[in-house]
């Protein structure tokens, strides 16, 4: 029995047919190596390779080389995100140590929000981007962050002894999710990654593994949950 061999193997042998050829269509190749090129792009997504939104990547353009997170950083002002990115989504606002803190939010292309904390006069103390997927992205971002390819264990290996490991583990709608922080060289600022923890897990085992994180310091009890996952929010923020 004859193995029907797949399109993105023919293609090739198709080009070559054509190349061979004296009186060979020059519109028909450039047809047939953008259709190769197609079969190739979507055989690299069907094997999981990450895919972005040009919008979404536009947004971090700027970032590797200006230190920011979506174009915006600490000490910027609310009327720069409104030019970037229009409206808000909605608004809230809380007391943090007896002072007023209003969070923005933009909802965002392909999943992304982007939260934006200000004091009262504007000035931003934090942003933070959240993705619906964050095994679905591939965006390369400040201190040669890469979005979505970061995952629990690399983080811990880029960072090691600066990352924090005074965990938090809270409830949120019935999600649990984790928190770490580590301190940006040369400056007062922090990155900030949360993960949320699979679900299914018992009260006795997130309060064990709480316990493990805050009182005995060994973050390591994470690693069989998170160990492979990746951020689902980054966040950069200005430490007081």
Known sequence: MKLRRPAAVLLPCLLAGLLAGCGSDRAELERLRAENERLRAQSGESRGRPVTDSKVLAYFAQDPARNTLAGLAPGDNLAQAHARFGQESRARTWSSEGHPITQYEWDLESGLILRV????????????????????????????????????????????????????????????????????????????????????????????????????????????????????????????
């Open 117 to 240: 904390n200000t004091e009262p006069d504007g000035r931003v103390l934090k942003v933070a981007v959240a993705f619906a997927d964050p095994a679905g992205v591939d965006i390369p971002t400040l201190g040669g962050l890469v979005l979505g390819r970061e995952t629990y264990l690399t983080l811990q290996q880029r960072y090691s002894t600066s990352l924090q490991t005074d965990l938090q583990i809270w409830g949120a709608r019935g999600l649990y999710t984790v928190a770490q922080r580590v301190p940006l060289a040369n400056s007062n600022w922090r990155l900030e990654f949360v993960y949320q923890m699979p679900p299914g897990l018992g009260q006795g085992q997130l309060d064990r593994i709480e316990d493990w994180v805050k009182r005995q310091r060994n973050p390591a009890v994470l690693e069989p949950y998170l160990g492979e996952h990746a951020p689902y929010m980054v966040g950069l923020e200005e430490v007081r």
